[in-house]
């Protein structure tokens, strides 16, 4: 990949010069209170960089789907708040995105100076099909700062065509940021010249949001670890019953595609053997392990079993590259988490290059408390990754490979 840099744009200096920023600021909520800031963390080297240099940082991110107007629950005020903490200098959240407040606060900024604008997703024109409506946001955020650069730092937006991602990068000098290159490396590592055994374990509630990466992997993996909401509809297209269990009864002939063609290339595919079978979705429901043979017409499946967690583990043992992503089980519940930590603590022990793909899997690390040092890497972006790995192009880097 050719592309300029963030070092690139330091090299030609930055003293004084306006540099708008795409960060991935879209962190878990709970009210005011953010659940998890790895992504705010992860935004931080690259915002911090510019600022130490002089340059007048202005910040565009999302949170969450609002739609396409001002919501108070998806204001970026706690983030501000958090990277200012992180920063260590006042971070002054706009009250809009292009409007008064965002031009008054730009024009004042001082050199070293950072601003963040207000949801970049208040505004319809954001994510809007029309690219002449996303092309018209872009040239006003580019108008907020004259002279200025852009710098795409925000991984887990990269795959999605949209204004402050895609349209802004012909707006304005454009250089790749150190996360996102730090990102593309990784997934490099994972499509060229990979170590083997190569593993991918998946997990997650749905097939259907898998179903291309699932198709692309059989074609270079040696083994797929599948489990989560998405194991039940692969133990019913081999014949189980899977009770109340999530079950995507429209994917089942894909399935089954996926299961003679695992079969046909000789990957191995790995399902639970059993499950934590519970009378209801909730933390303390009553629950039971059973065998995936023998899943109860009552009940449903809410973490793979004791058995099936050491099948994991032993499947993991002599991977020399894994990537995973998706929860094994319902996570957030403590009694459910035991099939996602027996996989994270798998991947810690290894000596693999080991990828933990973002969204639900990179949560489940840090609520689990495991070591982030522990793996190899840990993604910002579960989306930008996987559609990585389908083999899809990524709109955001296409915009800024166009500029060389």
Not at 51 to 63: E, F, I, N, Q, Y
């Amino acid at each position: 990949m050719s592309v300029k840099n963030l070092d690139d744009l330091l090299g030609e200096g930055v003293q004084g010069r306006y540099v708008l920023v795409r960060s991935d600021l879209n962190v878990p909520l709970d009210g005011e209170r953010i659940t998890d800031d790895g992504r705010v963390r992860a935004a931080l080297p690259t915002i911090k960089k510019l600022a130490d240099a002089g340059a007048k940082v202005v910040v565009t991110a999302h949170l969450g789907r609002p739609k396409g107007e001002p919501d108070p629950k998806y204001t970026l005020a706690p983030v501000a708040k958090r990277l200012s903490e992180l920063l260590g200098a006042e971070v002054a959240l706009a009250g809009d995105l292009v409007g008064e407040s965002a031009k008054a606060l730009t024009g004042g900024l001082a050199d070293g100076g950072v601003v963040l604008l207000e949801n970049v997703r208040f505004d319809a024109r954001e994510t809007s099909k029309d690219a002449v409506d996303r092309s018209e946001l872009a040239a006003e955020l580019g108008a907020l700062v004259p002279g200025g650069a852009f710098v795409s730092d925000g991984f887990g937006v990269v795959h999605r065509k949209q204004a402050s991602v895609y349209e802004v990068a012909s707006v304005l000098p454009a250089y790749a940021g150190g996360l996102v290159l730090a990102e593309l490396d990784v997934l490099k590592k994972l499509t060229d010249d990979v170590r083997r055994p190569y593993v991918v374990v998946l997990g997650g509630a749905k097939v259907s949001d898998k179903l291309g990466v699932i198709a692309n992997l059989l074609t270079k993996v040696d083994r797929l670890l599948v489990g989560g909401g998405m194991a039940y509809t692969f133990l019913k297209a081999q014949g189980h019953e899977v009770g109340q269990s999530l079950l995507q009864e429209d994917q089942l002939d894909q399935v089954k595609g996926f299961l003679a063609e695992a079969e046909k290339r000789g990957v191995e595919l790995v399902l639970p053997v059993d499950v934590l079978a519970a009378t209801e979705f909730s933390a303390d429901a009553e629950h039971e392990v059973v065998d995936t043979t023998a899943i109860p017409a009552d009940r449903q499946g809410l973490d793979i079993g004791p058995r099936s967690r050491e099948l994991f583990a032993s499947k993991l043992a002599d991977a020399q590259t894994v990537f995973w992503n998706g929860p094994m089980g319902v996570f957030e519940f403590e009694a459910f988490s035991g099939g996602t930590r027996a996989v994270a603590e798998a991947l810690v022990k290894s000596d693999a290059f080991t990828v933990v793909g973002g969204g639900d899997s990179a949560a489940a690390v840090r609520q689990l408390g495991l070591p982030e040092d522990g793996f190899s890497h840990i993604s910002t972006g579960g989306g930008a990754s996987l559609e990585y790995l389908e083999g899809k192009e990524l709109p955001g880097v296409v915009a800024l490979e166009g500029q060389n």
